[in-house]
């Protein structure tokens, strides 16, 4: 008897360790490029605005802002045409990384004053180059590393989707975990040599990853602009038939052609049905629809503009508070505690809808954790407005309005710990949410271009339209934080967040439940079977 439960058991730990762990040469390499990324993002990148705001010398606060949010904005939309675009593993890595290091060179040469009087343009234009480096970053690696994964194995359509994802985690997670504990070089010193390590950090991480891509196994990706962009046009009317994108001319499964669209002869070995389906430049009723699909989302989209107004705020204005306070606990690992709950509440989310929610009752569950996200983005800045209230009450007393920005206020930094503890709960649980219900309501085949495409853009609008809040709100930022009213845009921030809690009650008003979507998808095939 007892040797039998002991069988039973060892064969389900055998079943779990199979079923999270694998061996994979790609994952090792990847995993060491994540976490030299992690360093870098951590340390430096995460508390850039603080060199603005050290080595701009007029209308310091705002033009500090306005380049952390353009950075944000463009990082995201240049996360989004990487992964779109993920094919070409080795391109995007050799441009970011040139890109990146090209950004960090400059800095060093600023830091160290060997480029005098550095202007707000030329940070711009840094800033954009930064930018575009982080499109082969930590996201851009694990999805690679995803793909990886799934593509490792002989017959791809039985692979389980969640168990590559959850192997990815697995493979990721000590990429995180040691930029707690250590890390190869430095960085509690100058922005000169903090810079100069950068540098070698992003430069290893490249290395790392071309390594990883000689033992990388090929994957078609499929054309995400074919799919949401030619919807307007008629397309057969069979799943069989093949629609040029240039032009309107059907083409039945036994044209032959080549990949511009061209007739080709009838003995060329690119002829036939299978040929069609594997070519770029046709289109077919199935992709047509998923363009038809995707708009439907754009309603929960337009609530999350806002909402990447609200996490742009945090991301520009926070570490800027920190910088400024009576030091305890440095802001990198303020940084990664919100990474951490961002992290367990996305995990947790997903765990309670997939396992502890009827299906039925999914649709509604989704909703109510992005409300819930929502919730959490409206009270961090709240909570960041009465922390600068106390905080500007203190400056008050100690007169500190006209001393250099170098001066410490004499406030601890752990009444800065709840808005980071909203700020990675909201992030956690609206985004994982919208990711989850992306994948509910369009097809199955675009599920894995929501939290890493379609998701990011909306957050990315809210990031330029931080830009023009802060321009519009000028006159409430000076050339240093004790002299600016941050508590005035803190509170601006907290009273749209609000609203925009209220237009998403109203926009989660239009998606039907999960059975009705089914329904909605049945008719459809339906349809198309009747035409065929």
């Known amino acids: 008897m007892e040797k039998d439960i002991v069988k039973r058991v060892g064969g389900w730990i055998k079943g779990k360790v199979k079923y999270y762990i694998c061996f994979c040469r790609v994952a090792l390499f990847v995993t060491a490029a994540v976490y030299c990324h992690n360093v870098v993002n951590y340390n430096v990148l995460g508390v850039l605005v603080t060199c603005f705001t050290l080595n701009l010398k007029k209308d310091t606060i705002r033009r500090s802002a306005l380049l952390e949010n353009v950075r944000e904005g463009l ?46 343009g030329l940070y711009m234009f840094l800033s954009v ?66 810079f100069l390590n950068s540098m070698y950090m992003v430069g290893a991480a490249s290395f790392l990853s071309f390594c990883g891509s ?7 990706h499929p054309n995400t602009k074919t799919e949401s962009t030619k919807r307007h046009r008629k397309y057969p009317d069979t799943s069989d038939e093949y629609h040029l994108k240039n032009d309107h ?13 061209n007739q080709l002869p009838e003995s060329s070995p690119t002829a036939g049905a299978e040929a069609q389906q594997k070519s770029p430049s046709l289109c077919s009723v199935k992709q047509e629809n998923v363009g038809k699909l995707l708009l439907r989302m754009i309603p929960m989209w337009s609530a999350f503009i806002v909402f990447g107004l609200v996490m742009s705020t945090a ?26 709950l961002k992290v367990v509440s996305a995990c947790l989310s997903k765990f309670l809808v997939s396992r502890r929610i009827s299906r039925s009752q999914q649709n509604l569950a989704l909703k109510m954790i992005i409300c819930l996200g929502m919730t959490f983005s409206v009270l961090c800045p709240s909570f960041a407005w009465q922390v600068e209230v106390q905080r500007l009450k203190i400056v008050h007393e100690s007169r500190l309005h006209g001393v250099s920005e170098g001066t410490k206020v004499p406030m601890s930094d752990l009444w800065l710990a709840s808005q980071f503890c ?25 599920e894995d271009y929501g939290s890493e495409v379609f998701n990011t853009i909306p ?47 109203f926009v989660s008003t239009f998606y039907s439940t999960k059975e009705e979507v089914e329904d909605e998808g049945i008719q459809l095939q339906e349809i198309i079977a009747g035409v065929g």
């Not at 359509?157 to 190869?184: C, E, H, K, M």
């Open 75 to 120: 990082e995201i939309q240049v996360k989004a045409w990487a992964y779109a675009r993920r094919s070409g593993f080795r391109k995007i890595i050799i441009f970011s990384t040139a890109a990146y290091i090209l950004g960090l060179v400059m800095f060093y040469l600023s830091a160290s004053n060997r480029i005098p009087n550095t202007s707000f």
């Open 129 to 194: 180059l930064i930018a575009v480096g982080k499109a082969g970053g930590v996201s851009f690696l694990k999805t690679y590393l995803l793909d990886e994964l799934i593509a490792g194995h002989e017959n791809i359509s039985d692979i389980n989707y969640n168990r590559a994802q959850r192997r990815t985690n697995i493979w990721l997670s000590p990429a995180g975990v040691l930029v707690v504990f250590a890390t190869p070089l430095n960085f509690d010193e100058s922005w000169s040599r903090m």
């Open 214 to 220: 000689l033992f990388s196994h090929q994957r078609h």
């Open 249 to 261: 001319q059907t083409l039945p499964p036994d044209q032959p052609f080549n990949n511009d669209g």
């Open 315 to 340: 991301d520009t204005f926070f570490s800027v508070e920190h910088d400024i306070m009576d030091d305890q606990i440095d802001t990198s690992y303020f940084l990664l505690a919100k990474d951490v």
């Open 422 to 446: 909203l700020w990675g709960l909201a992030e956690g649980l609206a985004i994982s949410g919208l990711d989850e219900f992306f994948g509910y309501h369009v097809s199955k085949s675009m």
């Open 459 to 505: 957050i990315g609008i809210g990031s330029f339209l931080s830009v023009v809040c802060v321009s519009a709100c000028g006159g409430w930022f000076g050339n240093t934080l004790n002299q600016s009213r941050l508590d005035n845009y803190y509170r601006m921030i907290t009273i749209v967040a609000w609203i925009n809690l209220c237009w998403f009650f």
